[in-house]
């Protein structure tokens, strides 16, 4: 069973940078396929970005393109989300999923297509 743990959310003003961490136990994350998604009070969980097992190839929602960054370290087991130019409308709580990819390189892009989950982080940003 993987455990998800995310960190590094916290309160900064517009324009300002937060970094994330998405910490997996009980599964070496070079397995996993992993992704960013977050939910604003009032609104539905929406993808932010995914980057396949091996860190080869990332993919992020076009309202995040050029600000934020996904990363990986396999070695520390962790998975990180750099946001830069944060806006007012990034408030939300992150979360990070994660999904066994032990045969594949793959991106994944829904809810649905993960099956682990942290409990959060929030991120807010002030105006």
């Known amino acids: 069973q993987v455990q998800l743990v995310e960190s590094g959310g916290g309160l900064v003003q517009t324009g300002g940078s937060l970094r994330l961490s998405c910490a997996a136990s009980?599964?070496?994350?070079?397995?996993?396929?992993m992704g960013w998604f977050r939910q604003a009070p009032g609104k539905e969980r929406e993808f932010v970005s995914t980057i396949t097992r091996s860190g080869g190839s990332t993919h992020y929602a076009d309202f995040v393109k050029g600000r934020f960054t996904i990363s990986r370290d396999n070695a520390k087991n962790t998975v990180y989300l750099q946001m830069n130019r944060l806006k007012p409308e990034d408030t939300a709580v992150y979360y990070c999923?994660?999904?066994?990819?032990?045969?594949?390189?793959?991106?994944?892009?829904?809810?649905?297509?993960?099956?682990?989950w942290g409990q959060g982080t929030q991120v807010t940003v002030s105006s």
């Open positions: 999923g994660a999904r066994i990819t032990v045969h594949s390189d793959t991106l994944f892009y829904a809810q649905s297509d993960y099956r682990q």
């Open positions: 009980g599964r070496t994350v070079s397995s996993l396929a």
